[in-house]
């Protein structure tokens, strides 16, 4: 008796499913409907066109919540010293030691839940057409170019960052004097630099 082949939920796939079956004819055939996946979660539908080759989709590192705002904190936890050695010396700031300690903490967790929100709008894409890059909380910025215009591409390993192994990424593309995108504090940034160059190499024509 014959049978009837699977039904197959992919056969019936968003039109993003043909970013994955040109991944899957480069070569990417493992990652690829995972890579759409997120891509669907994390980009606006209308960004990646048809039959566009996603080759990375990656954001910052989660120490980007910690990291970025560390001078911020840093600030903050000694204002909240001095406060209490004054009080100390009979100078009366209107708080106790213990309001001071709970309103600088405060204070620092706002700042690091808008960090939280800042972190989860980044996403970085790198395409076998353009490179992506998505931030912002209220106001959403899109920088996108195609890689025939990216002219230079530069790694940056500040100390705070390389303390964690982790880096950043200047886009310069023609006619500008200096970056006019980054891609900040990245896992792995050596691995994705290479990867960047590798596909700029291969793609831009």
Not at 63 to 84: E, K, T
Not at 141 to 160: A, G, N, R, Y
Not at 192 to 200: D, R
Request: overall charge positive.
């Amino acid at each position: 008796m014959a049978q009837h082949p699977k039904h197959n939920p992919a056969d019936h796939a968003k039109p993003t499913s043909e970013h994955a079956l040109a991944a899957a004819e480069a070569g990417d055939a493992a990652d690829a409907e995972p890579a759409m996946a997120r891509a669907n979660a994390m980009l606006p539908a209308e960004l990646l066109q048809p039959g566009e080759i996603i080759i990375l989709l990656i954001k910052p590192s989660p120490l980007y919540i910690l990291l970025a705002p560390i001078r911020f904190i840093a600030i903050v936890l000694l204002c909240a010293l001095l406060a209490v050695q004054l009080q100390k010396r009979g100078i009366n700031l209107g708080l106790d030691r213990h309001d001071l300690i709970i309103a600088a903490l405060g204070i620092i967790g706002v700042r690091l839940f808008w960090q939280m929100l800042d972190w989860l709008s980044h996403v970085y894409v790198l395409t076998d057409q353009r490179i992506i890059r998505v931030m912002g909380v209220l106001n959403v910025q899109v920088f996108e170019c195609p890689l025939q215009k990216i002219q230079q591409t530069d790694l940056i390993l500040p100390l705070i960052q390389r303390l964690f192994w982790l880096g950043s990424i200047g886009f310069a593309t023609a006619g500008t004097a200096g970056h006019e995108a980054y891609w900040l504090m990245v896992a792995k940034p050596l691995e994705v630099h290479k990867k960047i160059i590798e596909t700029l190499r291969r793609y831009r024509r």
